[in-house]
């Protein structure tokens, strides 16, 4: 089992750049809005209270202006197809919410935000155990290309090659031991490739979530459950 861990943050930001506001569509409360409904609230305070230890690698953006976890390029995107390529015009529920992004603004917000971060994740995942955390709605969103999947409480995203069956398996079931209904692939597949040695995704429903302090229970339950996984194999 590889020493390091990383956990992957990319979606908890709610952060407007002062110099990308005038790209948006809407007015600033309904950007705010869609910055927060867009987020997966409370990963990096997950990450932080459940693995003290890890390299925990965010992304100081919200999603809505740069989401580094799509493809830089939108013919390679499927999310493009509903205005949430790597940089959205859509809102999650397909209204207008921002200008297309060309030319040199594209690119500087690329190299700022999207490049800078895999050049750092890459740096840190290479040959650890990666963590890729975030959270989904319990109800479908009509952005959603795959909506017809099972929404289970904890989603295992994997890929062969990149993520042990064995290790799968044991967290498959760690979480449904400790009382969770876990699904595999669904309703997102797969982990992204940062050259570590093993990686998995871990998708939360977010009625589980709870509220990141000591006495709600939901968090205290999914903070324990994550902190006495298992990690690698």
Not at 23 to 47: C, G, K, N, P
Not at 138 to 147: L, S, V
Request: net charge negative; glycine share 6%; hydrophobic share 40%.
């Amino acid at each position: 089992m590889a020493s390091k861990l990383v956990v992957h943050v990319p979606h908890a930001s709610t952060v407007i750049p002062e110099n990308a506001w005038t790209e948006f569509l809407v007015s600033r409360q309904e950007v705010e809005a869609e910055a927060v409904a867009s987020a997966d609230l409370y990963t990096d305070e997950m990450a932080r209270q459940a693995w003290p230890h890890a390299w925990i690698v965010e992304v100081e953006v919200s999603r809505i202006v740069v989401d580094v976890e799509r493809y830089d390029d939108d013919s390679r995107e499927e999310m493009s197809e509903v205005g949430r390529g790597v940089m959205y015009t859509c809102d999650h529920l397909m209204r207008p919410l921002r200008r297309p992004i060309i030319g040199a603004r594209r690119e500087e917000l690329l190299e700022q935000y999207y490049r800078q971060h895999w050049k750092r994740l890459r740096s840190e995942a290479a040959d650890a155990v990666l963590v890729d955390l975030h959270t989904y709605p319990a109800a479908p969103w009509p952005i959603e290309r795959h909506a017809h999947g099972a929404r289970p409480e904890i989603d295992i995203g994997f890929t062969e090659g990149l993520s042990p069956p064995e290790w799968v398996d044991a967290l498959t079931q760690h979480f449904r031991k400790n009382g969770y209904e876990v699904g595999h692939n669904t309703p997102y597949v797969g982990v992204i490739d940062a050259g570590a040695c093993c990686a998995v995704m871990i998708e939360i429903r977010r009625d589980l979530v709870g509220q990141p302090n000591g006495t709600d229970p939901k968090w205290k339950r999914l903070i324990d459950a994550l902190r006495s996984m298992p990690v690698g194999l």
